[in-house]
């Protein structure tokens, strides 16, 4: 069955640090993957998605992420973190008949002054 | 553009109650999902509807009924309000194809007591 992990629970990172969230998917073929943010009492945003072409994905608010099909991963970054950053960030994975999304269980943020 | 609208926001049922939660959007999405959010569980799909008048389960339908009478409207219904039926609710929408986003709303906190 098709899963998405995201290893860390909680990350704190000091205020102007590079960022970088885990994202490992399960899935045979070229998958569709999003990463979306969330922040307190607020639905899901989207930051970026990948479906084919170019690995590295550029999002809104200066994140990235790479799409690397040897580890399964699908990694999401930002090189200089901004207090307004912290929020919940979720990877997810289309599933193979293309119908949902099958979310990680997220990764909180703070961020350190 | 209001994008996805849910009402109402917040709601406090009895065990036993029932209630309808709705999902509005106005962006003529063929696609409309309803989720649940748990502490450290992520977004677990409730039901979800592939156009007007469909309807499927998802991963943690038990307990819950949904209809989509009309394209821009999802309505999810429990008909006898449990306590373990206490979570945060998101509705979603998206276009016909799979390597689209889903577009969400901002949440349902629903209590029961």
């Known amino acids: 069955a098709q899963s998405v992990t995201q290893p860390d629970i909680h990350i704190t990172v000091s205020e102007g640090a590079s960022l970088e969230l885990r994202c490992n998917y399960s899935?045979?073929?070229?998958?569709?993957l999003f990463w979306y943010v969330q922040s307190p009492g607020q639905g899901l945003q989207l930051l970026l998605k990948y479906f084919s072409g170019d690995t590295l994905v550029q999002g809104i608010k200066g994140f990235e992420a790479e799409f690397k099909r040897s580890q399964s991963s699908f990694n999401l970054r930002k090189p200089s973190v901004h207090w307004s950053d912290a929020a919940e960030y979720f990877c997810a994975v289309a599933d193979q008949a293309g119908t949902a999304l099958i979310f990680g269980k997220g990764t909180t943020l703070s961020v350190s002054s | 553009n209001a994008g996805v609208t849910q009402t109402p926001k917040f709601r406090v049922l009895k065990t036993g109650q029932s209630m309808t939660l709705l999902c509005a959007q106005d962006?003529?999405?063929?696609?409309m999902y309803w989720y649940r959010q748990d502490p450290g569980m992520g977004l677990r799909l409730i039901h979800y509807?592939?156009?007007?008048?469909?309807?499927a389960k998802g991963e943690v339908p038990d307990g819950y009924n949904v209809s989509r009478l009309k394209k821009q409207n999802f309505l999810l219904g429990l008909e006898s309000a449990a306590p373990s039926q206490t979570s945060v609710y998101f509705c979603a929408s998206r276009q016909g194809y799979s390597n689209q986003p889903q577009h969400f709303g901002d949440g349902t906190r629903l209590s029961i007591l």
């Open positions: 509807s592939v156009g007007e008048g469909t309807t």
């Open positions: 962006m003529n999405h063929e696609y």
């Open positions: 899935y045979g073929a070229t998958p569709y």
